[in-house]
Each structure stands twice: as structure tokens, then as C-alpha cells.
């Protein structure tokens, strides 16, 4: 297996600008992760999804973000209008089956490194 | 809310030597806990993870284990060597990750 793909892998944008992050997960893991990575704040889970329907959004900014997972093998996560501060690594991240017990290892992309001037 | 804090923020060793990284969480009803590693411009890779119900589990040099009612993990690495030197973060569940420590293994 590839492993969890994400793209693009870098990203320089001007603000005001809607950028698209995309995902393809491990095939057969049912959960899926978005996380943000700056010096500042860590690593912070923006929104996953289990069998593909959002559960937990709580940690987006705010409305100009927005993720979308429309099968099990792709997932999106969006932002516009982009700002300056909005600029970090986006991870995505899959496991088999969050919260059944057995041992769940948690799988992650690259990343993807936003730049927004 | 669960809070998950690792200290120091950077550690130095050299070769040889064992070494011991913390985790602690403010929420002692812990699900799991999982330690991983990260290299510079890399994704997470995850290490060790144990469940709420164990108490340490055990991977060549590693070893982690999980204290509940002090809301503490460590992270024993034996023998660390040079291919050591990353970043090695905790996580509880997938949740909340500590912002990690940055490890040095000098020759």
C-alpha cells in the first residue's frame, strides 16, 4: 500500500485566495483525520470522520474552512478565503477503526505546507 | 478538556546512553495513548500504543508505559543511537497531541 497520499505537497498562495487540500487514505481504514502544524499551536485535529460522515468539526477555525469526504478513498479540506495565519502543515491521517477496541495505529501523509502571502 | 504537555521541549544525549521522554494529561479517563515519531519535514509515524486497560507495551529498544491516576506516560528509548534524533510526540486517542520533544542523539 502507498500509504496515506496527500496533495498537493506544497502550497504558496496570495490571501483572499480558496485553496483545496485533498486526501486519498489508506484503503480499508475507515476513519479519517485533518490536522494543522504550526511552531506555535502543535498539532491541532481540525475534523474526522468515521465511514466518511463528519463527527467531530469542533476543531475548525472558523467558517472559511470547510472538509468534505464524499467516499471512503478521498476526503477534502478547504479554506476561503485564505489568510496569512491560516499558513501551517496540514496532515491527513487514517486508522482502520477508531473506538473499536482492537489496536487502531494511526497512519499519516506527508503533509501538505500552505503558504499564504 | 483533556490537556496533554511534554517536558523539556529539547533534549541532547549522547550515543549510548538511555534516556526517558514525558507525557503528561490533565484527564486520567484515558482511552489510549500513543507515541510517535516525526523527522523533519515527515509525517507522524506511530511508535507504541497502549490502551487504557495496559500498562506499558514494548518495542525493540522502546519501551512506554501509562500511569493513570498520576496522568503520566514515558517513553524509554535504550541505547539511543544518532538514527534516534527526531521529534517524539504523544497523542491521547487521536485528540489531543502534546507539541513534543525534540531529541538529539550526538555521535
Known amino acids: 500500500d502507498a500509504g496515506v497520499i496527500q496533495s498537493p505537497r506544497h502550497e504558496v498562495t496570495e490571501m483572499g485566495q480558496e485553496v483545496t487540500l485533498r486526501c486519498k487514505p489508506i484503503?480499508?481504514?475507515?476513519?479519517l483525520f485533518w490536522y494543522r502544524q504550526t511552531m506555535m499551536r502543535g498539532l491541532e485535529l481540525l475534523i474526522y470522520?468515521?465511514?466518511?460522515?463528519?463527527?467531530?468539526d469542533s476543531g475548525m477555525p472558523e467558517d472559511r474552512f470547510s472538509a468534505k469526504m464524499p467516499n471512503a478513498s478521498f476526503s477534502t479540506l478547504k479554506i476561503q478565503p485564505s489568510e496569512p495565519r491560516d499558513s501551517a502543515v496540514y496532515f491527513c491521517?487514517?486508522?482502520?477503526?477508531?473506538?473499536?477496541?482492537?489496536?487502531?495505529?494511526?497512519?499519516f501523509g506527508p503533509g501538505t505546507r500552505l503558504t499564504v502571502l | 478538556k483533556q490537556e496533554v504537555t511534554q517536558i523539556p521541549a529539547a533534549l541532547s544525549v549522547p550515543e549510548g546512553e538511555n534516556l526517558v521522554l514525558n507525557c503528561s494529561f490533565t484527564?486520567?479517563?484515558?482511552?489510549?495513548l500513543q507515541w510517535f515519531r516525526q523527522d523533519p519535514g515527515k509525517g507522524l509515524t506511530s511508535l507504541l500504543l497502549?490502551?487504557?486497560?495496559?500498562r506499558e507495551q514494548t518495542s525493540g529498544r522502546l519501551n512506554a508505559s501509562l500511569d493513570k491516576s498520576s496522568g503520566r506516560s514515558t517513553l524509554y528509548i535504550a541505547a539511543s543511537q544518532p538514527g534516534d534524533s527526531a521529534t517524539y510526540l504523544c497523542?491521547?486517542?487521536?485528540?489531543?497531541f502534546g507539541k513534543g520533544t525534540k531529541l538529539t542523539v550526538n555521535p
Open positions: 497502549i490502551q487504557s486497560s495496559q
Open positions: 491521517a487514517s486508522i482502520v477503526g477508531r473506538g473499536t477496541g482492537a489496536y487502531n495505529e494511526q497512519f
Open positions: 470522520f468515521n465511514n466518511n460522515v463528519p463527527i467531530d
Open positions: 484503503s480499508g481504514h475507515n476513519s
Open positions: 497523542a491521547e486517542m487521536e485528540l489531543v
Open positions: 484527564d486520567s479517563a484515558i482511552y489510549n
